[in-house]
Structure formats: structure tokens, C-alpha cells
T-cell receptor
Framework: EAGVTQFPSHSVIEKGQTVTLRCDPI?????LYWYRRVMGKEIKFLLH????????ESGMPNNRFLAERTGGTYSTLKVQPAELEDSGVYFC???????????FGPGTRLTVL | AQSVTQLDSHVSVSEGTPVLLRCNYS??????LFWYVQHPNKGLQLLLK??????LVKGINGFEAEFKKSETSFHLTKPSAHMSDAAEYFC?????????????FGQGTTLQVKP
């Protein structure tokens, strides 16, 4: 069974540019989560999808971040325009139910110059 | 509000000696607690979880953790460290508000294992 996959593994962009991160959850997992780790800080929750609906987006830092999950399968996280403080590692996770184990992807390392 | 505090940012042990990674939690009700591990260039992997059943929880690779309500602790232990245990470890609590799987992470503890 394939695990959670994320694309790209690394992204380096200039301040002000746009970047889109993609997450493919484990097949059949209705719940999908985004987290990020800014350098030197702890991993923080961004948002939680149940199928295509946003169950909890309390962790989204500001309106430069837009997450979508059209069709309830893969998800994208767009940062527009990117700022220096957006640099970090963005993790995606999925689970069958919100109370079940979350399986994490390897993360996307985003560097904003 | 739920929170976890990992008391050591870095722990160094010799191969074959015991491992202790400390975690204290804060919760207004019975928490769901987890330990995750991240090896270099890999995703986070669940080591073990506590969800109000047995207070001593056994996980993968010989790790275990004991939930102590009186001390609000959930320390991770292993009797004998192996070189492959070198990684970063995260103590995690699930947010108790609503039907959300939101996880709240500690700051992480880097475990170094010396030969």
C-alpha cells in the first residue's frame, strides 16, 4: 500500500512568488491534514479536511495560504505571495477517521529567498 | 488548552544503554498522547499511543511509555539503545476540541546514539 506522498520534496522560490504544494493521501483516507515546521520551532497544525470540506482551519496563518481538496482526493496548499517567514517544512498526513492514527508524508522543504 | 513540553532538546546515549525522553503534558481532560519519530529525510512515524486504556503503552522497536496522571508525564523509554534509534522524537497530544484530529506537537528531542 502506498503511503502519503508529497510533491515537490524541495522548492526554492523568491519572495513574492507563488508556490503550490501537493499531497496525495493514502487511498481511502477521508481525513487529510497539513502541518508545517518553521526552522527552530515546533511542528504546527494548519488545517484538517474531511473529504473535500474544511473541518478545522484554525491553524492557517493568514490569507496568503489557500488549501483545497477538490473531489476529496489529493490536496494542494498554495502560498501567494510567499514571504521569507514561510520557509520551513510542510507536512501532510492522512487518516481513515479523525480519531485514527495519522500517517505522515516525507514533507516539502520550502525555502523563500 | 492542550499542550506538551519536551524537557530535553537533545539527548545523547551510548549504544546498549537505556533511553529516557521526557514529556509533560497539560490537558483539562483525559488526553490522547502519542510519540512520533522522524529519521533523517523520512516522514513522521508513530511509535506508540495512549488513549485511556493501559497506562503502560508498548510501541514499535522496543519503545514504551508510561502515562502518569499524577505527574502529568508521558516519558518514552527503551532499555537498550541501538544505533538505528538516532532520530528526532516528538511527544504529541490530540486536541480535545470537537471532532478534529488536530495534533499538538512538542518541540522535539534529538536522540544521538554513540557507538
Amino acid at each position: 500500500e502506498a503511503g502519503v506522498t508529497q510533491f515537490p520534496s524541495h522548492s526554492v522560490i523568491e519572495k513574492g512568488q507563488t508556490v503550490t504544494l501537493r499531497c496525495d493521501p493514502i487511498s481511502g483516507h477521508d481525513n487529510l491534514y497539513w502541518y508545517r515546521r518553521v526552522m527552530g520551532k515546533e511542528i504546527k497544525f494548519l488545517l484538517h479536511f474531511v473529504k473535500e470540506s474544511k473541518q478545522d482551519e484554525s491553524g492557517m496563518p493568514n490569507n496568503r495560504f489557500l488549501a483545497e481538496r477538490t473531489g476529496g482526493t489529493y490536496s494542494t496548499l498554495k502560498v501567494q505571495p510567499a514571504e521569507l517567514e514561510d520557509s520551513g517544512v510542510y507536512f501532510c498526513a492522512s487518516s481513515q477517521d479523525w480519531a485514527n492514527e495519522q500517517f505522515f508524508g516525507p514533507g516539502t522543504r520550502l525555502t523563500v529567498l | 488548552a492542550q499542550s506538551v513540553t519536551q524537557l530535553d532538546s537533545h539527548v545523547s546515549v551510548s549504544e546498549g544503554t537505556p533511553v529516557l525522553l521526557r514529556c509533560n503534558y497539560s490537558s483539562s481532560y483525559s488526553p490522547s498522547l502519542f510519540w512520533y519519530v522522524q529519521h533523517p529525510n523520512k516522514g513522521l512515524q508513530l511509535l506508540l499511543k495512549y488513549t485511556s486504556a493501559a497506562t503502560l503503552v508498548k510501541g514499535i522497536n522496543g519503545f514504551e511509555a508510561e502515562f502518569k496522571k499524577s505527574e502529568t508525564s508521558f516519558h518514552l523509554t527503551k532499555p537498550s539503545a541501538h544505533m538505528s534509534d538516532a532520530a528526532e522524537y516528538f511527544c504529541v497530544v490530540r486536541s480535545g476540541s470537537g471532532n478534529t484530529g488536530k495534533l499538538i506537537f512538542g518541540q522535539g528531542t534529538t536522540l544521538q546514539v554513540k557507538p
